[in-house]
């Protein structure tokens, strides 16, 4: 199941990805502590865990009192028992194993050497290149024409894991994808946010921002680490039981990375609170509470990057200015739960967001006042007849939007003078869909769409 995914952009990715570093001691304690948080944050779990308990506890009871009971009657027989033993032990001589007898010994040769110090030395092995670590190498290759894509997925065993996968065009149109590799993750991915910006004083990377279940906390992998486990930066979470200052309180549902301004990345999550971080430092620097529900999806201004974007349960969509964030902003009433939203790049002034009533509304910034019942959509558009789980706009065809629902179809929509228009509509085979399609130019001559579902 694919709960989300992002792109990377070509040429971001390294050729050859680097080989993940041994773990230290205190990294392997920080892994069992992150684990420990998953599961005393699961009251279920915790539950499940001390019916086990009681299981085991009550079985080791019933084999002790078994024991007791045989003790007196298996008495005789053990007596007898210990006598073929003795008898057994004194037939072998067990006290004088250690000392062999001279000559040359079983499995060995006449030299006496049970290996070869190096495979050099060894007349068996007549290959002594490393042209396999070589292909490996060659097979890991990413060329910059190639686009690479992470999915963020959760198994039928309940693994959860980013897989990275690169997609390679072929002259029939349909990409060959194949994994390039994957990171464990403790719970279930919900969101996910590429990013480029240097972490921890180093250079601008390869990395993926994941929002996790039942997690208060913002994950950051490496995406050129092979074979990582541990993410380079995790963002709030818990320290010894308690939030750490600045954290969210509860899963993290929405990210946004503001690519003008590299080292920032806003986050929604189900504590109904906004937050605005600062990589560098890697703390929270501002929380917005203007939502009463849980905050669905954030987004940033393509044209005014300190503008951010929020959708929230209340049924309302927010407009805040980062530089001014006790303002109350701009309010819109969709009437319906929010289920994802998305600005133009074609346009400062326009955004859509998907409902959970299967409609996508569009909206004019200019429009705005300081009151929500004022705010009309500049269209509506009944887009699917279950929950609009995601909209994406082309960022190089203007005014191509795409939608993809839970009633298991994708479609294409022209909104030229706001009046959308359906000029394609599919159902692939890829069950019902999560906020997780993705519109872009993979090919100067073609179009692709990424989707995933359950």
């Not at 990377?205 to 486990?229: S, T």
């Given at each position: 199941m694919i709960l989300a995914f992002s792109w990377v952009p070509k040429g971001a990715a390294k050729a050859i990805p680097d080989r993940a570093e041994l773990l230290s001691k205190e990294e392997i304690e920080k892994l069992k502590e992150s684990c420990d948080q998953v599961y005393s944050e699961d009251e279920e779990d915790d539950t499940e865990d001390e019916n086990k308990n009681g299981e085991v506890a009550h079985a080791k009871a019933v084999a002790e009192a078994f024991g007791r009971s045989s003790n007196t009657k298996n008495a005789s027989?053990?007596?007898?028992?210990?006598?073929?033993?003795?008898?057994?032990m004194k037939e072998l001589d067990m006290d004088n194993y250690d000392e062999e007898d001279d000559g040359i010994e079983i499995f060995s040769f006449e030299s006496g050497g049970l290996y070869y110090a190096s495979?050099?030395?060894?007349?068996?092995?007549?290959?002594?290149?490393?042209?396999?670590?070589?292909?490996?190498?060659?097979?890991?290759?990413?060329?910059?024409?190639?686009?690479?894509?992470?999915?963020?997925?959760?198994?039928?065993?309940d693994a959860s894991y980013l897989d990275v996968c690169v997609c390679e065009e072929t002259s029939n149109g349909y990409p060959n994808i194949c994994s390039r590799g994957r990171f464990e993750l403790p719970t279930a991915p919900l969101?996910?946010?590429?990013?480029?910006?240097?972490?921890?004083?180093?250079?601008?990377?390869?990395?993926?921002?994941?929002?996790?279940?039942?997690?208060?906390?913002?994950?950051?992998?490496?995406?050129?680490?092979?074979?990582?486990?541990?993410?380079?930066?995790?963002?709030?979470?818990?320290?010894?039981?308690?939030?750490k200052e600045g954290s969210h309180t509860r899963s993290v549902l929405g990210l946004a990375w503001n690519k003008e301004f590299g080292n920032t990345l806003a986050s929604s999550s189900a504590d109904k609170k906004v937050k605005i971080w600062d990589m560098a430092t890697e703390t929270c620097m501002i929380?917005?509470?203007?939502?009463?529900?849980?905050?669905?999806?954030?987004?940033w201004n393509h044209y005014a990057p300190e503008v951010l974007l929020s959708g929230s349960f209340d049924q309302t969509v927010v407009l805040k200015d980062g530089r001014k964030p006790s303002h109350s902003g701009f309010k819109w009433s969709v009437m319906s739960k929010v289920e994802s939203l998305a600005w133009d790049p074609h346009s400062e002034h326009s955004f859509v967001v998907s409902l959970k009533n299967g409609s996508v509304k569009g909206f004019d910034v200019r429009q705005a006042s300081n009151s929500a019942s004022d705010l009309k959509p500049s269209f509506t558009l009944q887009a699917h007849h279950k929950p609009a789980t995601c909209v994406s706009y082309n960022i190089s065809a203007p005014n191509l939007l795409a939608t993809g629902?839970?009633?298991?179809?994708?479609?294409?929509?022209?909104?030229?003078?706001?009046?959308?228009?359906?000029?394609?509509?599919?159902?692939?085979?890829?069950?019902?869909y999560f906020p997780l399609i993705s519109l872009r130019i993979i090919l100067s001559y073609s179009l692709s769409v990424a989707l995933g579902g359950i």
């Open positions: 027989s053990s007596m007898e028992v210990d006598g073929i033993y003795d008898d057994l495979n050099d030395m060894d007349p068996y092995l007549k290959n002594h290149d490393d042209s396999d670590e070589s292909d490996e190498d060659e097979d890991q290759t990413i060329l910059p024409t190639k686009s690479m894509i992470v999915c963020a997925k959760t198994d039928d065993e969101c996910t946010a590429w990013l480029d910006c240097p972490l921890k004083g180093g250079e601008k990377g390869n990395f993926l921002a994941v929002g996790l279940y039942k997690k208060p906390m913002i994950e950051i992998w490496d995406l050129d680490v092979k074979d990582e486990v541990l993410p380079c930066v995790q963002l709030g979470g818990k320290e010894k039981g308690n939030y929380t917005m509470e203007h939502h009463t529900k849980k905050v669905q999806a954030v987004a629902s839970m009633d298991k179809t994708v479609k294409l929509w022209d909104l030229s003078d706001n009046k959308p228009s359906c000029i394609a509509s599919h159902i692939p085979n890829a069950g019902a």
